[in-house]
């Protein structure tokens, strides 16, 4: 069974930055794609970055050059380095993965930017 795990959430500062980490049951280099994708409060979820087994990657207009998507495949650990963070970015961010058309998504961390 395929259980992915998000870490890193927490509270910052507009401007600030987190760290968050997925961790994959199993080795993450059985899944074709691995990402994250959030929720902010009333609003319907969006996938926010992407990166495929040959190290492609895609973001969401709104968080280029903001945000950047990086996998430890020795770790089975995804993770997302989000900086220059903005209240607009408040959400709930789940760690995704797509494997032979299966798609599967962790329980989420909480990330909020507020003074």
């Known amino acids: 069974q395929v259980q992915l795990v998000e870490s890193g959430g927490g509270l910052v500062q507009p401007g600030g930055s987190l760290r968050l980490s997925c961790a994959a049951s199993?080795?993450?280099?059985?899944?074709?794609?691995m990402g994250w994708s959030r929720q902010a409060p009333g609003k319907e979820r969006e996938l926010v970055a992407t990166m495929t087994n040959d190290g492609s990657t895609n973001y969401l207009d709104s968080v280029k050059g903001r945000f950047a998507i990086s996998r430890d495949n020795a770790k089975n650990t995804v993770y997302l380095q989000m900086n220059s963070l903005k209240p607009e970015d408040t959400a709930v961010y789940y760690c995704v993965a797509k494997r032979a058309g299966t798609g599967y998504w962790g329980k989420g961390t909480l990330v909020t930017v507020s003074s």
């Open positions: 199993g080795t993450i280099f059985s899944f074709n794609t």
